[in-house]
């Protein structure tokens, strides 16, 4: 049985891309929120993932009943049967999907205006944006999972599998459905960091620092979508590649009619 030390070493050697994304994560969250806000976060968000694995992996709820192969236990850190870094990339994709969303709801206006921040603020913590949010964070796992489930043809194994496989290159519905859930849950939680007297000290940075700081969470969602398309891709998974890519095609264009309207507010 490894050392945990060694255990933690070999999750970071054997996921690299995992610490790139989570790195992204607490820079982006940081800089615009607060390093309470970040780490406490970080914790919430991976208790929630992780009861949420748990749970489903003993009762199916709430992604349906599916099983982890215990192939990679000797290579990497696992937590009563759930692979660490599993749990925890939920914290960053999470934001990733809020970071979008809010991305695409905030509008445009001028950064040392304090009317424009006012805005945002109520922006960030809108039902609007939850609801968004955590769409986008499904739209995560819609490309994640199905290449992630045939983990076996690259580096990361087989390390999971589904009682029943389902209609979409293998994942059930009730993956989805459970995504959503705890999409909400963890988006929610998030939120609610921001509106707290006790988070909320923490937030007083430059307009034009924190504006910059929250465009790293689109870019940490654009890396995450890109970095498992390639994957798709160098696995000779073109059909799968081509349904991610289109899905994603409708994502940019909106995300690209937003930068167009945002250069129209632009002085100058």
């Not at 970071?12 to 610490?19: D, G, H, N, Q, T």
């Not at 043809?153 to 459970?178: A, D, Q, T, V």
């Not at 999409?183 to 034009?208: M, Y």
Request: charged share 15%; aromatic share 18%; glycine share 10%.
């Amino acid at each position: 049985m490894p050392e945990i030390p060694q255990l933690l070493l070999g999750t970071f050697l054997f996921r690299p891309y995992v610490f790139v994304f989570l790195g992204i994560y607490v820079l982006s969250c940081a800089t615009a929120y607060g390093l309470r806000t970040s780490l406490s976060f970080l914790v919430l968000g991976y208790l929630i993932a992780f009861a949420s694995e748990f749970s489903s992996i003993h009762n199916g709820f709430p992604y349906g009943h599916y099983y982890y192969i215990p192939t990679t236990t000797h290579r990497e850190l696992w937590i009563a049967g759930v692979p660490f870094m599993d749990s925890i990339s939920y914290v960053f994709m999470s934001y990733a999907g809020y970071g979008m969303a809010l991305f695409l709801r905030t509008p445009s206006g001028d950064v040392e205006n304090q009317e424009y921040w006012s805005c945002v603020r109520k922006v960030e913590t809108s039902w609007r944006t939850l609801v968004l949010g955590a769409v986008l964070f499904v739209f995560l796992d819609v490309i994640i999972d199905p290449v992630a489930f045939r983990g076996d043809r690259w580096f990361l194994g087989k390390i999971y599998g589904y009682r029943e496989e389902g209609f979409y290159f293998g994942i059930p519905l009730s993956n989805f459905l459970g995504w959503l859930f705890v999409g909400f849950a963890l988006i929610k939680t998030f939120q609610l960091l921001l509106g707290s007297d006790l988070f909320r000290a923490a937030r007083g940075l430059e307009p034009g620092r924190a504006k910059w700081s929250r465009l790293l969470g689109p870019v940490l969602y654009g890396l995450i979508v890109l970095g498992n398309l390639s994957v798709t891709f160098w696995i000779g998974e073109a059909m799968l590649g081509l349904a991610g890519s289109g899905m994603s095609a409708i994502l940019l264009f909106f995300v690209i009619r937003k930068v167009r309207r945002r250069k129209q507010h632009l002085p100058g």
